[in-house]
T-cell receptor
Framework: DAGVTQSPTHLIKTRGQQVTLRCSPK?????VSWYQQALGQGPQFIFQ???????QRGNFPDRFSGHQFPNYSSELNVNALLLGDSALYLC?????????????FGSGTRLTVV | DQQVKQNSPSLSVQEGRISILNCDYT??????FLWYKKYPAEGPTFLIS?????DKNEDGRFTVFLNKSAKHLSLHIVPSQPGDSAVYFC??????????????FGDGTTLTVKP
């Protein structure tokens, strides 16, 4: 049973560029949430997608946007990259909107902005 | 303003002993709490959770205690095993009727269990 799959695993981008990260949720899960984890900190909520719509959003600027496809997979897009966007980006899937049974996380995409 | 705090960055215990990891929160609207474990190069793995209507939840060697008046929760691991060595994150969600999907995480506690 495949868990959450994220691609790519590592990425290096130049300041000002745009990046797209991809996520396939665990089989049976229909909700995808994205988190940013800076070094030495806990994951920070970016947004959550359910039924192809953004349902909740954390305190992140509009440069961060996303999409969910009919097969429940999701993309995270970040425009006009800043050095401070360097972090581990985690995708988490769940069944429905709640966190009752916890998320299933992927291993993340390590983004480095130079 | 960090709403979920894990004040101990690290904890070291002997194999077979009890590990106690602590977490404090400030937002009284949180009504669901979770613990995750994270190994290097992997994503966090859900461990155990507790609703605010309970004060204790047990799953095998893992027990979570919630003290709502103190806005404090703790994770007890008994007995501790070397394989428990990982980073442990406390997370809080809620209120579940309007804010179910978002979890606020602490910065984690690195547990080392020595053989």
């Amino acid at each position: 049973d495949a868990g959450v799959t994220q691609s790519p695993t590592h990425l290096i981008k130049t300041r000002g560029q745009q990046v797209t990260l991809r996520c396939s949720p665990k089989s049976g899960h229909d909700t995808v949430s994205w988190y940013q984890q800076a070094l030495g900190q806990g994951p920070q909520f970016i947004f959550q997608y359910y039924e192809e719509e953004e349902r909740q959003r954390g305190n992140f600027p509009d440069r961060f946007s996303g999409h969910q496809f009919p097969n429940y997979s999701s993309e995270l897009n970040v425009n006009a990259l800043l050095l401070g966007d360097s972090a581990l980006y985690l995708c988490a899937s769940s069944e429905g909107l709640g966190v009752g049974y916890g998320y299933t996380f992927g291993s993340g995409t390590r983004l480095t902005v130079v | 303003d960090q709403q979920v705090k894990q004040n101990s960055p690290s904890l070291s215990v002997q194999e077979g002993r009890i590990s106690i990891l602590n977490c404090d929160y400030t937002n009284s609207m949180f009504d669901y709490f979770l613990w995750y474990k994270k190994y290097p190069a992997e994503g966090p793995t859900f461990l155990i959770s507790i609703s605010s209507i309970k004060d204790k939840n047990e799953d095998g060697r893992f027990t979570v205690f919630l003290n709502k008046s103190a806005k404090h929760l703790s994770l007890h691991i008994v007995p501790s095993q070397p394989g428990d060595s990982a980073v442990y994150f406390c997370a809080a969600s809620g209120p579940l009727n309007t804010n179910a999907g978002k979890s606020t995480f602490g910065d984690g506690t690195t547990l080392t269990v020595k053989p």
